[in-house]
């Protein structure tokens, strides 16, 4: 059983940046991401890293302003976040796969964290 353990989750303006971390219990190496969830709607994926971090995949939202990375040393995934907008305030998950590739597939996510939330304040 894998463990996820998000953190890193708060209050800024817009504008602002964050940074999210996620622990994983194991040491075995996953394909891992985020996903958001804002109220009333439904989860959807930002970001995800392979295994190795040879490949990166972002929804397009995102892109140009979060960075994805993990280490594999310390079993540790993060979300860097710039130039946040209201739009992001949501519940950021942390996720792990056995899929090879850093896929975008919610359903192919088997193992989630509890949730931290990042609130965007105008």
């Known amino acids: 059983q894998v463990q996820l353990v998000e953190s890193g989750g708060g209050l800024v303006q817009v504008g602002g940046s964050l940074t999210l971390s996620c622990a994983s219990s194991?040491?075995?190496?996953?394909?891992m991401a985020w996903f958001r969830q804002a109220p009333g709607k439904e989860r959807e994926f930002v970001a995800a890293?392979?295994?190795?971090?040879?490949?990166?995949r972002y929804v397009e939202s995102v892109k140009g302003r979060f960075i994805i990375s993990r280490n594999n040393m310390k079993n540790t995934l993060h979300l860097v976040m710039h130039n946040l907008k209201s739009e992001d305030t949501a519940v950021y998950f942390c996720?792990?796969?056995?899929?090879?590739?850093?896929?975008?597939?919610?359903?192919?996510?088997?193992?989630w964290g509890q949730g931290t939330q990042v609130t965007v304040s105008s």
């Open positions: 194991t040491q075995t190496i996953l394909t």
């Open positions: 890293i392979s295994s190795f971090a040879d490949t990166k």
């Open positions: 996720a792990a796969s056995r899929a090879v590739v850093a896929t975008s597939r919610r359903d192919e996510y088997a193992y």
